[in-house]
C-alpha cells in the first residue's frame, strides 16, 4: 500500500492487487451529513447526484454510458462523514476510468434545471420521511449510550431541545 500527498493536499492511496484484471477508484471527499446544519440537510447528497449530471465535456448521462459501456460500473454514496464517488471496471480501461471521475468532480455543470430537479427531490424526501426519521430518531434517543457523547457524530445524533432541531 502506497499513500502520496500531492502538492495541493490531495492524499492518493494506491493498494494494489494483481489477483484479477478489474480496478476500482474511489475519490473520498470529507464531508457529509453530519456537517449539514438544520437548513441544509440532504444538500451532500444533492451534490453528490450533480456530479454525474453533466459536466463541459459530458452531457446529463454521459458519465454514466462511457462508464457502462466499457464494463464498468459507477455510482456514490454520502454518510455521516464522508462523500464516496467510485468507478469499477476492466483495469484495461484505467485511463478512461480515471479521466471520466476526475472530470466528474472537477468540472461538474450544477446546471440549474438538473439542480432544482434534485433540491426538490431532497425536500421531498425530507418530507416523506420526517415521521419515520422521527421514530427513529425517538427509539435512538431512548437507547443512546452516554459513552457516545464523545463520539465525533454524536453532533448528529444527539437529542436537541424541544424547539430546535429537524423535529
Known amino acids: ?10 492524499q492518493v492511496l ?19 451529513s453530519a456537517d449539514e446544519n438544520d437548513s441544509e440537510a440532504g444538500l451532500s447528497h444533492v451534490i453528490e447526484h450533480m456530479l454525474f449530471k453533466g459536466t463541459p465535456s459530458r452531457s446529463v448521462g454521459a458519465i454514466a454510458s462511457e462508464v457502462e459501456g466499457a464494463g464498468g460500473d459507477i455510482n456514490a454514496y454520502t454518510s455521516f462523514d464522508q462523500t464516496v464517488y467510485y468507478i469499477n471496471m476492466a483495469s484495461r480501461f484505467s485511463d478512461k476510468g480515471l479521466e471520466i471521475l476526475a472530470d466528474a468532480i472537477q ?9 432544482e430537479r434534485e433540491n426538490n427531490k431532497r425536500i421531498e ?43
Open 1 to 10: 500500500m502506497l499513500l502520496h500527498t500531492l502538492p495541493n493536499g490531495l
Open 14 to 32: 494506491l493498494l494494489e492487487k494483481r489477483t484479477a484484471p478489474v480496478l476500482s477508484f474511489s475519490a473520498l471527499v470529507r464531508v457529509g
Open 107 to 115: 468540472n461538474p455543470l450544477f446546471d440549474s434545471t438538473e439542480l
Open 125 to 167: 424526501l425530507l418530507g416523506c420521511k420526517v415521521f419515520e426519521i422521527f421514530l427513529h430518531r425517538k427509539l435512538l434517543d431512548a437507547r443512546l449510550p452516554s459513552s457516545i457523547s464523545r463520539h465525533t457524530h454524536y453532533k448528529s445524533l444527539a437529542p436537541k431541545p424541544s424547539g430546535q432541531g429537524r423535529w
